[in-house]
């Protein structure tokens, strides 16, 4: 199985698009919109990992804080940005950004898309600001603290759906015409 790639016009050949890079969310939900709990993943879903490395892998990643701090490390093979109010907070191997729009401005300028890759806070924020959603619907409803915000599936069309036991790759663009 091969992961979902990232093809479709380039920012730059969109209305108002001004690079060639994409805003991607990448994120895996629950039926019940949850994405984690106490910091962690509520599945196990180990297809969705090796996706997840091989949709960011080269490309740049922003998280928050929070998220960074519950994976550990700067995630390798990958530019990190990490969004947080914490003017003096710092860690190596990262770059640091204090809202969303400072993180995309910033990473403009780095290797690939934009990947904004959690958590609640940061998916919210990002949103507006999104062209692509690239999902991995888990089909079951765990308990969690966690949420993927909802967004107004107006602005979305779903252009792509990997059907698996127990969950689905799916990608949603921005403003894409239906056939």
Not at 72 to 99: C, F, K, M, S, Y
Request: glycine fraction near 10%; hydrophobic fraction near 40%.
């Amino acid at each position: 199985m091969s992961p979902t790639p990232l093809t479709g016009p380039a920012a730059s050949d969109r209305p108002g698009g001004t690079t060639g890079k994409r805003v991607v969310l990448v994120a895996a939900v629950a039926e019940n919109g949850v994405i984690g709990r106490n910091g962690d993943l509520p599945w196990q879903v180990p297809e969705d990992l090796r996706r997840f490395r091989s949709i960011t892998t080269g490309n740049t990643v922003v998280m928050g804080r929070r998220t960074f701090e519950s994976i550990g490390r700067p995630l390798p093979e990958r530019t990190n940005i990490i969004i947080t109010r914490q003017r003096d907070w710092a860690a190596d191997g990262v770059l640091v950004a204090h809202g969303v729009k400072d993180a995309i401005t910033l990473a403009r300028v780095l290797e690939g898309d934009i990947m904004i890759i959690g958590g609640a806070q940061i998916y919210e924020a990002a949103m507006a600001h999104a062209d692509v959603q690239l999902l991995t619907e888990v089909h079951s409803s765990p308990d969690g603290d966690t949420f993927y915000p909802a967004f107004d599936e107006d602005e979305w069309v779903e252009t792509e759906r990997e059907a698996h036991e127990g969950f689905a790759f799916v990608r949603y663009d921005r403003g894409a015409h239906r056939a």
